[in-house]
């Protein structure tokens, strides 16, 4: 995917200063069309809420941390500094508790990429994105490490309960300032069973799938047939189903068990391979990924991981130029 001629010329024009508000836009936008997409099996979107977290929440927590992001993207460190100042911004905004903590965690170091690509008028393809958006939290330090855990509180976060800095232990922070651990090593250790913290140690790697689908799809080349809803609302639905079928998702893991996200990814799995042997007609398979959707909010389980790594590759297709 390469930027397009128009978006390369804002770009080269764009001061020291507009580059990170553009890095910042692409980043809300992001969360946005994540949050408004629909059907989206099992997540809140413009037609369902949760009780005690509801759409107008994400709307909310999108628009309240467009400051941190623009910070974020004029600079190259302090992660988990700036995953703490947007937990706070986001709590101080609504009241639905956890919205957005595990696409934070996506779309600062991301950001952080894109100011520093922009700045060297290097491409802002999925490639040279999560390339240095790897480098980036690689260098992440100890203190990366301890506002990273100070986050969880006020984010309302689930969490499983582990041997090694837990997160439920009051003690977890002074282990890791006395064993010098970084945000990259936490991350190392959770990466076995938790999605968002996979995507860091493999170089973002289902965020740039996830680029690359909604490019693709979102071009003339395209594969979908679709009518109704606006296009990026069926290509995000695709894209969201793609995703969730090739990785069972950890949100609902924490919640309730392997077996239980395994079966969500079978059947959003089933749902993808109908979809194809129907030449990619979402009217005929509409029908179907309602009823998953429907099942998924009437026993309470939510793709919420799947939900931040679109959020993650909607903002990489966006950077690269994308639009509708």
């Known amino acids: ?77 302090g992660i988990g500094k700036s995953v703490h100042k947007a937990v706070l911004e986001s709590s101080a905004w609504q ?10 965690l996506l779309l600062f170091p991301l950001a952080m990429a894109a100011g520093k690509l922009i700045r060297n008028c290097k491409e802002l393809t999925p490639e040279n994105l999560t390339e240095e958006a790897f480098y980036i939290v690689k260098e992440t330090d100890v203190e990366d490490a301890i506002q990273f ?3 969880f509180g006020p984010a309302g ?50 965020c740039s799938q996830c680029a690359r689908i909604i490019t693709r799809e979102m071009s003339t080349n395209g594969t979908l047939i679709h009518s109704g809803y606006s296009r990026i609302n069926h290509v995000i639905v695709y894209a969201f189903l793609k995703i969730l079928s090739d990785n069972a998702d950890t949100f609902i893991e924490t919640k309730y068990d392997r077996i239980t996200a395994e079966e969500v990814s079978a059947r959003a799995r089933m749902i993808s391979y109908k ?26 389980i939510n793709p919420g991981s799947t939900a931040d790594i679109m959020i993650g590759g909607l903002f990489i297709a966006l950077l690269g130029g994308m639009r509708f």
Not at 12 to 37: D, F, G, H, N, W
Not at 95 to 104: D, E, V, W, Y
Not at 275 to 300: Q, V
């Open 95 to 104: 009241k639905g508790g956890n919205t957005h903590f595990g696409a934070f």
């Open 157 to 206: 976060v689930k969490v499983r309960k582990v041997d090694e800095f837990d997160l439920s232990d009051a003690k977890a922070i002074g282990e890791i300032k006395e064993n010098c651990t970084t945000l990259y090593q936490l991350m190392e250790i959770s990466s076995s069973y938790d999605l968002i913290a996979s995507e860091w140690i493999s170089s973002f790697k289902r």
């Open 275 to 300: 979809l194809e042997y129907s030449e990619y007609n979402m009217e005929n398979i509409l029908p179907e990924i309602c009823n998953f959707d429907k099942e998924l909010l009437a026993r309470g």
């Open 149 to 151: 855990y100070m986050s």
């Open 1 to 77: 995917m390469k930027t397009d001629r128009e978006t390369e010329e804002k770009l080269s024009k764009a001061s020291a200063e507009q580059t990170p508000s553009y890095v910042a836009r692409c980043a809300q936008l992001a969360m946005l069309l994540e949050v408004s997409a629909h059907p989206k099996p099992g997540n809140i979107d413009r037609d369902h809420d949760y009780e005690g977290t509801t759409f107008e929440h994400f709307l909310s927590s999108s628009v309240a941390v467009y400051p941190i992001l623009e910070e974020a993207a004029a600079k190259e460190h």
